[in-house]
């Protein structure tokens, strides 16, 4: 029925996050998501506006298929655009009682009941877990310093082109909100 947002700038000069709060994009589809830049707020401005526009312009249904189709077109945009910084993302996709939940990095998303007990949660893609970091060696990086290439401490992220091992493949989980489900934190 309502959302609310709070962002925290921590020690970087700039902002380098962008938020996208959008009800009824297309039928009767709401977006909500967090783009957590890094090395520049280019990626993560650009990811939210141009995953809203996305969402208003192509037939995509919501299936798990259809998100994919979504964020793979994204990140095609963002090379497209040659944009260098990049961004991790949780994103959720609502329709009614049902959302589609991605992540990409380690910005997370939780539904919590109404006693206060996490229902859902997702998990960070870090460098140092043991299939992130296989999957990293495997496609030519390696990790040092708990970190992709020496570089970002997440292994999977929207743009980050240079930096190998970097991979913009999203988990997605399906999300059945029931009777005593009190928030959605993106």
Same mark, same amino acid.
């Given at each position: 029925?309502?959302?609310?947002?709070?962002?925290?700038?921590?020690?970087?000069?700039?902002?380098?996050?962008?938020?996208?709060?959008?009800?009824?994009?297309?039928? *009767?589809? %709401?977006?909500?998501?967090?783009?957590? *830049? &890094? *090395?520049?707020? #280019?990626?993560?401005?650009?990811?939210?506006?141009?995953?809203?526009?996305?969402?208003?312009?192509?037939?995509?249904?919501?299936?798990?298929?259809? #998100?994919?189709?979504? #964020?793979?077109? #994204?990140?095609?945009?963002?090379?497209?655009?040659?944009?260098?910084?990049?961004?991790?993302?949780?994103? $959720?996709?609502? $329709?009614? =009682?049902?959302?589609?939940? $991605?992540?990409?990095?380690?910005?997370?998303?939780?539904?919590?009941?109404?006693?206060?007990?996490?229902?859902?949660?997702?998990?960070? &893609?870090?460098?140092? %877990?043991?299939?992130?970091?296989?999957?990293?060696?495997?496609? *030519?990086?390696?990790? =040092?310093? &708990?970190?992709?290439?020496?570089?970002?401490?997440?292994?999977? $992220?929207?743009?980050?082109?240079?930096?190998?091992?970097?991979?913009?493949?999203?988990?997605? &989980?399906?999300?059945?909100?029931?009777? %005593?489900?009190?928030?959605?934190?993106?």
């Amino acid at each position: 029925s309502y959302s609310s947002i709070s962002q925290m700038k921590g020690i970087h000069d700039s902002m380098e996050d962008s938020v996208l709060v959008q009800t009824n994009v297309r039928n *009767g589809i %709401d977006l909500f998501g967090v783009f957590d *830049g &890094h *090395g520049g707020s #280019l990626t993560s401005m650009y990811s939210s506006k141009q995953f809203s526009m996305l969402y208003e312009t192509q037939d995509v249904e919501l299936s798990v298929a259809g #998100l994919e189709k979504v #964020l793979k077109r #994204l990140e095609q945009t963002i090379r497209e655009n040659k944009l260098t910084d990049g961004a991790t993302c949780g994103i $959720a996709v609502l $329709a009614g =009682q049902q959302a589609l939940v $991605a992540t990409i990095g380690d910005v997370r998303v939780l539904v919590v009941k109404d006693d206060g007990t996490v229902k859902f949660t997702t998990t960070d &893609h870090r460098a140092t %877990d043991r299939p992130e970091f296989e999957r990293i060696k495997k496609n *030519g990086g390696f990790v =040092q310093n &708990h970190r992709t290439m020496g570089v970002v401490n997440v292994s999977r $992220a929207l743009g980050d082109f240079s930096i190998t091992g970097v991979s913009p493949l999203a988990d997605i &989980h399906y999300v059945e909100f029931e009777q %005593d489900d009190k928030y959605l934190i993106v």
